[in-house]
């Protein structure tokens, strides 16, 4: 065993890495982001699309993440100078870190506005309130220039304290208690959904596919959150697999991981949809979805005062058990590339990437005009990210496991603890060398227009 590998920390359970790599897949995609999404592009026909993605795609791009990482024992851009000394393929990890830094700024802003609403909600701010009250509410917090910046600094701290500690006694003991807390608040919210008179109309939407909402943005954007959702595409999933021991059974990881991730967010959509449709409101609503529609069914709802609390406690809880894993890229990346001790490379990473955050809040209100591509600057960081560095980086990591690293070396590190034989190492190998980067390329061209069907 060299030194290095030595003094690394590790997740000291089975269960440990499955609450630490689903508690960085559950986050604010799944409760924010996928329900606004797929209200815009038609529920249950995105859902399809995204469901499929998930499966051919995000799936093998996952174990790819686990194998690199835990195969080289490295954060995101030393794994690939192990693993392919002197190649450009590093690059891939300096795509991976600067995402991690663009995702953070706006995803630290977005939890910030959720731990707003815990304190809304306590102090039973939605109430007496008229629904143009409380769209109002939510625009002039997310445009004033001091609130969301002190909110969003607070969360950041947050997130910085809990990566201090380390992987096993910060991230692993966290997510072992908060993802549990975070299942139990969904499922009571879910049935409380569901069984308000009138849900109907929401669980249709939910599951009944009308194609033709589904545009060549929606297929984009399914593709896109498919990697988001699944904390994939930026080596958030490397750094976490360089601390899986190795008799760790990644298939079961990997598939544990995915579907809980899914079924969490189909859970999110059964809590918001049919509250929603009960209540008679326009699911379309765009990120304003959960802070302006949800606050609106909570008021008129029996029970609304403690589910409104319950709501955003659990998102802020799915907000932070993803932040950690986002911030743990680059502070690994500070520890072994820059050979910075643990707290200084997450007080530096921290800073850095909540200025970018500030800008990001201030992009809301007094920074507004400030655009590139028609988006503010939040708009642009979620955009490139989500949209593209994610799906690109998604696509070299693909081709990097199915060319490069290939089937004799992906067999042997997944046959700890674990068997990809036969037909599924095969089927494997054919997803990452062809279809994965295949279909992403084809998404991409097309979604930059330099492929078009018609
Ligand atoms: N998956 C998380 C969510 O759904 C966010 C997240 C954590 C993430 N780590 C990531 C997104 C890495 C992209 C890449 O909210």
Request: glycine residues 10%; charged residues 10%; proline residues 4%.
């Amino acid at each position: 065993m060299s030194k290095n590998s030595q003094l690394r920390d590790s997740f000291g359970s089975k269960f440990g890495v499955i609450a630490a790599a689903a508690g960085s897949a559950v986050g604010l995609g799944n409760i924010w982001k996928f329900p606004y999404i797929a209200g815009e592009y038609g529920g249950a026909a995105f859902l399809f699309v995204y469901l499929a993605f998930i499966m051919a795609i995000g799936l093998p791009v996952m174990l790819s993440e686990l194998i690199i990482g835990r195969s080289s024992r490295r954060n995101a851009f030393g794994a690939f100078k192990v693993l392919a000394p002197g190649t450009p393929w590093r690059y891939i990890g300096i795509l991976g870190v600067s995402a991690a830094f663009l995702i953070l700024s706006f995803y630290g802003v977005v939890a910030g506005w959720s731990v707003q609403y815990v304190i809304l909600s306590v102090q039973d701010g939605f109430s007496q309130k008229s629904p143009d009250e409380i769209s109002t509410l939510f625009t002039t917090l997310i445009e004033s220039p001091i609130k969301p910046v002190m909110l969003q600094l607070g969360f950041m701290f947050a997130t910085g304290a809990i990566v201090i500690i380390g992987v096993k006694k910060g991230i692993e003991k966290y997510t072992k208690i908060l993802m549990p807390v975070l299942v139990l608040i969904l499922i009571g919210l879910s049935i409380k959904s569901v069984s308000l008179e009138g849900a109907k109309a929401g669980l249709e939407f939910l599951f009944k596919p009308d194609f033709s909402k589904l545009t060549g943005d929606g297929i984009l954007s399914a593709l896109g959150h498919a990697f988001f959702t699944l904390s994939l595409g930026m080596g958030t999933l490397i750094t976490y697999g360089s601390y899986i021991k190795r008799d760790n059974n990644l298939i079961n990881t990997v598939i544990s991981v995915t579907v809980a991730d899914t079924l969490i967010a189909i859970l999110a959509g059964i809590a918001i949809f049919p509250a929603v449709f009960a209540f008679g409101i326009e699911p379309s609503e765009g990120p304003g979805l959960i802070f302006i529609t949800l606050p609106n069914v909570f008021h008129q709802m029996p029970g609304g005062y403690i589910f409104s609390i319950l709501f955003f406690v659990l998102l802020t809880v799915a907000a932070i058990t993803s932040s950690i894993s986002i911030l743990e890229v680059v502070v690994a990346y500070f520890m072994e590339e820059f050979k910075m001790v643990r707290k200084s490379s997450t007080v530096l990473a921290t800073i850095l990437i909540s200025i970018l955050g500030v800008l990001c809040s201030l992009s809301m209100g007094v920074l507004a005009d400030y655009k590139l591509f028609g988006l503010n600057i939040f708009d642009l960081m979620d955009w490139i990210s989500a949209n593209m560095l994610l799906p690109i980086g998604g696509l070299f990591i693909a081709l990097f496991t199915g060319w490069y690293f290939g089937r004799k070396k992906v067999q042997e590190e997944v046959a700890n603890g674990g068997n990809l034989s036969g037909a599924m190492l095969t089927i494997f190998i054919f997803l990452v060398k062809f279809v994965a980067p295949i279909a992403i390329a084809i998404v991409i061209l097309n979604k930059v227009g330099l492929l078009t069907f018609s």
